[in-house]
């Protein structure tokens, strides 16, 4: 069945960076877009960017540019999001989940990854 | 960016009862790529809707959505007890790719 499986929970201090992976197994993994949102504790959720597996490319909301990376490995289906200079305000669950294309619905999710910065 | 709006914020109902859930849009979304999803406490949230109107697979037939341009609506028509939950609405049609403020659904 299609499984996207994330990295356990993260302790960070501000300043630093995370890593956060998503591997993917049940499906074609250069077939479907991967998306990123994080929802703070409770709050809503908010996108932060899309990656397309198959090339690589990847598209970032406007707030994290210059903080948050995307990038994939495909022998190992495999997508990571990283986010640096972290600060207090970072701590979320940060979920993957993947689509048919840029533009569709979000059909399935991963578990999602604690990340909570504190000094 | 598109600014999604979920009302109401908090709905208290008891099992068996219909809800209405709306979202409305602050400019069109293109071919209604609008879904909704339902998220339960310590969990990721579900496709429910896509395509405005569109059951996801395996989805009960008490969940539907409507609507088009820039108001849309959930619905569930009778609540069962595994209803209870948090709904959002996302516009997937342009970028940023935005989602609603959530309405939670408990129980009275």
């Known amino acids: 069945q299609v499984q996207l499986v994330q990295s356990g929970a993260e302790v960070k201090k501000p300043g630093a960076s995370v890593k956060v992976s998503c591997k993917a197994s049940?499906?074609?993994?250069?077939?479907?877009?991967m998306h990123w949102v994080r929802q703070a504790p409770g709050q809503g959720l908010e996108w932060m960017g899309t990656?397309?597996?198959?090339?690589?490319?990847?598209s970032y909301a406007q707030k994290f540019q210059g903080r948050v990376t995307m990038t994939r490995d495909t022998s190992t289906s495999t997508v990571y999001m990283e986010l640096s200079s972290l600060r207090f305000e970072d701590t979320a669950v940060y979920y993957c989940?993947?689509?048919?294309?840029?533009?569709?619905?979000?059909?399935?999710w991963g578990q999602g990854t604690l990340v909570t910065v504190s000094s | 960016e598109i600014v999604l709006t979920q009302s109401p914020g908090t709905l208290s109902l008891s099992p068996g009862k219909r809800v209405t859930l709306s979202c409305r849009a602050s400019?069109?979304?293109?071919?209604?790529?609008l879904g909704w999803y339902q998220q339960k406490p310590g969990q990721a949230p579900r496709l429910l809707i896509y395509g405005a109107s569109s059951r996801a697979t395996g989805i009960p037939d008490r969940f539907s959505g409507s609507g088009s341009g820039t108001d849309f609506t959930l619905t569930i028509s009778r609540l069962e007890p595994e209803d209870f939950a948090v709904y959002y609405c996302q516009q997937y049609g342009s970028s940023p790719l935005t989602f609603g403020g959530g309405t939670k659904v408990e129980i009275k």
């Open positions: 990656i397309n597996p198959s090339g690589g490319s990847t």
């Open positions: 049940g499906y074609t993994f250069t077939s479907y877009y």
């Open positions: 400019q069109s979304i293109s071919s209604n790529y």
């Open positions: 989940a993947r689509s048919n294309l840029y533009s569709s619905a979000w059909l399935t």
